[in-house]
């Protein structure tokens, strides 16, 4: 039972990873003002909760190098 907590967890935290990618994907295509303050939140909310390596896999899957961390 332990282990299936567990593996709730963690699809909890994937699913939380993907619901923030999408934030990004929906801002990238968006023509707001605050879109690029929206993301630069967004990706220091995955790297808080996901870590640095989630941020950087998202930073190289939406060609985001030009925001700095």
């Given at each position: 039972?332990?282990?299936l907590?567990?593996v709730?967890?963690?699809?909890?935290?994937?699913?939380?990873?993907?619901?923030?990618?999408?934030?990004?994907?929906?801002?990238m295509?968006?023509?707001?003002?605050?879109?690029?303050?929206?993301?630069?939140?967004?990706?220091?909310?995955?790297?808080?909760?996901?870590?640095?390596?989630?941020?950087?896999?998202?930073?190289?899957?939406?060609?985001?190098?030009?925001?700095?961390?």
């Open positions: 039972m332990k282990n907590d567990w709730q967890i963690q699809a909890d935290r994937h699913r939380r990873l993907l619901r923030l990618q999408q934030v990004i994907s929906k801002e295509s968006s023509d707001h003002l605050y879109a690029e303050s929206v993301i630069r939140s967004t990706l220091r909310m995955i790297r808080r909760h996901h870590g640095a390596e989630a941020e950087k896999q998202t930073r190289d899957q939406f060609g985001l190098h030009e925001f700095a961390a």
